[in-house]
C-alpha cells in the first residue's frame, strides 16, 4: 500500500527542492535518495516512471519524470519494499503517467493540495479494493454517475466535460483528469485527439448492475421438497422479472449496492448458505432489513437458513444505444463530423470478431 507522494522540483542551480508531500507530517525523503534517483532516471532516459530501492532503510519508491514550463519535477510514490511488487504504477502506468503530469501542472495553484491529496487516495483506494468495489463507486459516487450519464450521450471534449458538471450540476471544484483515471482503468472511455478537438473523450463500454440467478443451486438437492420449492420460486421470479422497473427504481443500487452490509451478505451467501443469526450479524442485527431483503427476493429462507436467491453482478457491455444519440447530436450540430465518425469507428471495432459477445459479467 502507497505511503507517501512527493513532489520534488529539480533546480539546475541548487538541485532538488521537495515542493509537497502527502500526507504532511512525515520527513521529507533524504536528499542524498532523490539525488539516487535522478541518477536513475538519467541512466533510464527511454522510461519516465523508474523504481528505486536502496539497500538501507524500509521505503522503495516510484517516479515518473515530468517536464513543465522548462522545469524538471519529479512525481515520488513511497511504497513499503514488501509492497513494491504489486504497486499501481505496474498495473496503469499510463494512468499515473496522466495524473503525475495533471498534479504537475497545478504546482504553482491554490487546488495543488487537494488535488494531491486526492491522488493518494485514488492510488490508496485501488491498491485495496476488489474488482467489485471498485465497479460499485461508479453508482454510489455522485461525481463518477453523473460523468457516466454524460458519457452515454457519446463523445464529449474535456473542456465541455468540466464546464457541463460545473454548470449544470454544481461540480465548480473537481480534478477531471484524476476523477477519469477508474474510467480509463475499467477500460469504460478512451482519451483521443481528434482534428479540430482536443482531449476527447469517448465510451467504449458501459457497465450496469443486474440480478441474475445464482451460477449453482445453493441448498442441498437431497432435500427434494425444498430444492422443489426454491427452483419453482426463481422460475416464477424470473419468468416475470421486470428488468426495466428495477432499472428505473434504482431497487437493485437503493437495496445493495449503498448498503456495504448487504453487499457484504450478497458476497457471502454465494459460497453457501447461512443461518438465520449468521444473516443477522452480518446485518448488524437488522431485522428489519432483513425481512426487506426477503420481501425483495435478494434472499431465500427455509427451515432456518437463508440462501441466495438474486445475485447481484455488475455486466460490462458495448454501448451501441450511443450510435442513435450521435446521430442526433450530429445532426444538430452539437458535435463535428470527425467527433461523431471517431467515436463510430470505435464502436464498430468489437463488431468485426464474428460471434464475439458484447458482454461481460463482473
Given amino acids: 500500500m502507497i505511503e507517501r507522494i512527493i513532489i520534488v522540483h529539480w533546480s539546475l542551480q541548487i538541485g532538488p527542492e521537495p515542493i509537497i508531500q502527502y500526507p504532511p507530517g512525515e520527513e521529507i525523503?533524504?536528499?542524498?535518495?532523490?539525488?539516487?534517483?535522478?541518477?536513475?532516471?538519467?541512466?533510464?532516459?527511454?522510461?519516465?516512471?523508474?523504481?528505486?530501492?536502496?539497500?538501507?532503510?524500509?521505503?522503495?519508491?516510484?517516479?515518473?519524470?515530468?517536464?513543465?514550463?522548462?522545469?524538471?519535477?519529479?512525481?515520488?510514490l513511497v511504497y513499503k519494499k514488501e509492497d513494491l511488487i504489486n504497486h499501481f504504477g505496474?498495473?496503469?502506468?499510463?494512468?499515473?503517467?496522466?495524473?503525475s503530469k495533471n498534479l504537475v501542472e497545478l504546482i504553482n495553484t491554490n487546488k495543488i493540495t487537494r488535488a494531491v491529496s486526492e491522488a493518494y487516495t485514488t492510488i490508496k483506494n485501488y491498491s485495496k479494493l476488489d474488482k467489485e468495489e471498485n465497479l460499485k463507486n461508479f453508482f454510489q459516487d455522485k461525481i463518477k454517475n453523473t460523468i457516466l450519464q454524460i458519457l452515454r450521450d457519446g463523445v464529449i471534449s474535456k473542456s465541455n466535460l468540466t464546464n457541463k458538471l460545473r454548470n449544470d450540476y454544481g461540480f465548480s471544484t473537481l480534478n477531471i483528469d484524476l476523477i477519469l483515471v477508474s474510467f480509463i482503468r475499467e477500460d469504460l472511455i478512451v482519451k483521443k485527439?481528434?482534428?479540430?478537438?482536443?482531449?476527447?473523450?469517448?465510451?467504449?463500454?458501459?457497465?450496469?448492475?443486474?440480478?441474475?440467478?445464482?451460477p449453482i443451486l445453493p441448498i442441498d438437492q437431497n432435500d427434494a421438497n425444498l430444492t422443489k420449492k426454491y427452483k419453482d420460486s426463481i422460475e416464477n421470479f424470473y419468468f416475470?422479472?421486470?428488468?426495466?422497473?428495477?432499472?428505473?427504481?434504482?431497487?437493485i443500487i437503493q437495496t445493495v449496492l449503498l448498503d456495504k452490509d448487504v453487499f457484504s451478505l450478497i458476497k457471502t451467501l454465494r459460497k453457501g448458505k447461512l443461518s438465520f443469526n449468521e444473516c443477522l450479524n452480518v446485518l448488524n442485527n437488522n431485522q428489519e432489513l432483513l425481512n426487506e431483503l426477503l420481501e425483495k427476493q435478494f434472499i431465500f429462507e427455509a427451515k432456518g437458513y437463508v440462501y441466495l436467491f438474486s445475485d447481484v453482478r455488475f455486466i460490462k457491455f458495448k454501448p451501441f444505444f450511443v450510435i442513435q444519440r450521435l446521430l442526433e447530436r450530429y445532426k444538430h450540430q452539437e458535435i463535428s463530423l470527425n467527433e461523431y465518425l471517431a467515436h463510430l469507428k470505435l464502436l464498430a471495432e468489437d463488431k468485426e470478431i464474428p460471434n464475439s459477445l458484447n458482454y461481460e459479467i463482473i
Wanted: proline letters at 7%; aromatic letters at 10%; charged letters at 25%.
Fill in 29 to 76: 525523503l533524504p536528499k542524498e535518495n532523490i539525488l539516487r534517483i535522478w541518477a536513475k532516471h538519467e541512466l533510464n532516459k527511454e522510461n519516465t516512471m523508474i523504481e528505486f530501492t536502496p539497500e538501507e532503510g524500509e521505503n522503495s519508491f516510484i517516479s515518473i519524470i515530468q517536464n513543465f514550463e522548462n522545469e524538471m519535477y519529479f512525481f515520488i
Fill in 90 to 99: 505496474k498495473e496503469s502506468p499510463d494512468i499515473l503517467a496522466i495524473m
Fill in 193 to 214: 485527439n481528434v482534428p479540430g478537438s482536443k482531449e476527447c473523450y469517448f465510451l467504449i463500454n458501459d457497465i450496469v448492475c443486474l440480478r441474475i440467478p445464482p
Fill in 240 to 251: 416475470s422479472y421486470d428488468l426495466i422497473s428495477d432499472l428505473e427504481n434504482r431497487i
